[in-house]
């Protein structure tokens, strides 16, 4: 059974949509640990009440990056961990890490890429006067946000939309489509041919989430 792994920073709302789909069996992995870079995130009180093991790790007990980076892959190693899920995880990872797990590092974004990529992605897209936007889930590569694309989902935005509305618009969006990806990766019906991935026998024809929801 593939073991997933995931690092979060805050409030952990992806983790645990993503825990729950592990324990329910709808998701067939092991979820080893949660790791997170900041002691106070909420993530760790979800965890707690799942009762998935979590690791802090300090970020500023290490010279730079690089380092940090190698202690959480040494870590991700030694559990046997296939696939590394960011879940709201406030850092960018380094080249350390994208070459410890080659495509097997999945990153959740607030827009649909590759529009608005980085920080504060639904205030952007206000601004910008869109008249939808969504979530993005995505392999990770080097870039910010620039990852191939495995699955996105797309949500109205309306005139009386604010930040926090849209947010909570694609929240439930994403709570859907990570887990639905992670259960295509661990079930290995996922396929990388440079920027083009295809989930094998999936449904790519109707919105509001392509490829279609299956199973979330």
């Not at 300090?58 to 046997?80: C, G, M, Q, W």
Request: hydrophobic share 45%; charged share 25%.
């Amino acid at each position: 059974m593939k073991r997933i792994a995931v690092l979060a920073s805050g409030r952990g709302s992806n983790f645990e949509a993503i825990a729950r789909a592990v324990k329910s069996g709808k998701i067939p992995a092991n979820l080893p640990v949660l790791i997170t870079d900041n002691r106070n995130a909420k993530a760790i009180e979800r965890a707690e009440k799942l009762g998935i093991n979590w690791i802090f790790v300090d970020p500023t007990s290490f010279p730079d990056r690089e380092t940090y980076d190698a202690k959480i892959v040494a870590i991700l190693k030694h559990l046997n961990v296939d696939l590394v899920c960011l879940a709201g995880y406030r850092k960018i990872v380094t080249s350390v890490f994208i070459k410890a797990f080659p495509m097997k590092i999945l990153n959740i974004h607030p827009a649909l890429l590759p529009s608005f990529p980085g920080l504060k992605a639904q205030e952007k897209a206000i601004r910008y006067g869109v008249k939808v936007s969504g979530a993005t889930v995505h392999f990770v590569d080097e870039g910010v946000d620039t990852g191939p694309i495995v699955i996105q989902a797309v949500v109205p935005v309306s005139p009386e939309d604010t930040p926090e509305t849209l947010s909570e618009k694609i929240l439930s969006f994403e709570h859907r489509i990570y887990p639905q990806a992670i259960k295509w990766f661990v079930e290995g019906r996922i396929k990388v041919n440079g920027r083009n991935v295809i989930v094998e026998n999936a449904d790519y024809s109707k919105l509001p989430a392509v490829p279609a929801l299956e199973d979330f």
